[in-house]
């Protein structure tokens, strides 16, 4: 039955309304860039396993001159997106993230070697 004052054939506008996809993906695709930031690591040719991130391409001038003399010359590695939930193998995104936003660079060193390790002896003395 058609209320008073309702045509036939006509439609409810709530019937046409957009409807979300789904929670996690957008109705529109969106350009926007994921929340992060992308660095630029660099390998140090005089000191192995010695890595530099930058927050800019080749801007070397970001360095402090002492630890550029002592590391360069440096050798293009890699670029790499530092969205939140990225992880490294050495470092801590998080920090890296920090380093890069307050002084244009994060330096990543070599881990600490290894104590050395020594049998027991056989006969039970510690010398």
Same mark, same amino acid.
């Given at each position: &039955? !058609?209320?008073?004052?309702?045509?036939?054939?006509?439609? #409810?506008?709530?019937?046409?309304?957009?409807?979300?996809?789904? +929670?996690?993906?957008?109705?529109? /695709?969106?350009?926007?860039?994921?929340?992060? &930031?992308?660095?630029? *690591?660099?390998?140090?040719?005089?000191?192995?396993?010695?890595?530099?991130?930058?927050?800019?391409?080749?801007?070397?001038?970001?360095?402090?001159?002492?630890? $550029?003399?002592?590391?360069?010359?440096?050798?293009?590695? !890699?670029?790499?997106?530092?969205?939140? $939930?990225?992880? !490294?193998?050495?470092?801590?995104?998080?920090?890296?993230?920090?380093? !890069?936003? #307050?002084? $244009?660079?994060?330096?990543?060193?070599?881990? /600490?070697?290894?104590?050395? *390790?020594?049998?027991?002896?056989? +006969?039970?003395? #510690?010398?």
């Amino acid at each position: &039955m !058609l209320a008073a004052g309702e045509l036939p054939g006509r439609l #409810d506008r709530d019937a046409f309304r957009p409807l979300p996809v789904s +929670d996690t993906i957008p109705a529109f /695709p969106s350009r926007a860039k994921p929340a992060g &930031m992308h660095a630029y *690591v660099y390998k140090s040719q005089r000191k192995p396993d010695t890595y530099v991130y930058l927050a800019k391409r080749d801007d070397f001038d970001a360095i402090p001159s002492t630890i $550029g003399t002592a590391l360069a010359p440096f050798a293009f590695v !890699l670029e790499v997106a530092l969205t939140p $939930g990225r992880r !490294l193998a050495r470092a801590d995104a998080a920090r890296v993230r920090a380093n !890069l936003a #307050d002084h $244009g660079f994060h330096l990543q060193l070599p881990p /600490p070697p290894l104590a050395p *390790v020594t049998p027991p002896r056989i +006969d039970g003395r #510690d010398d």
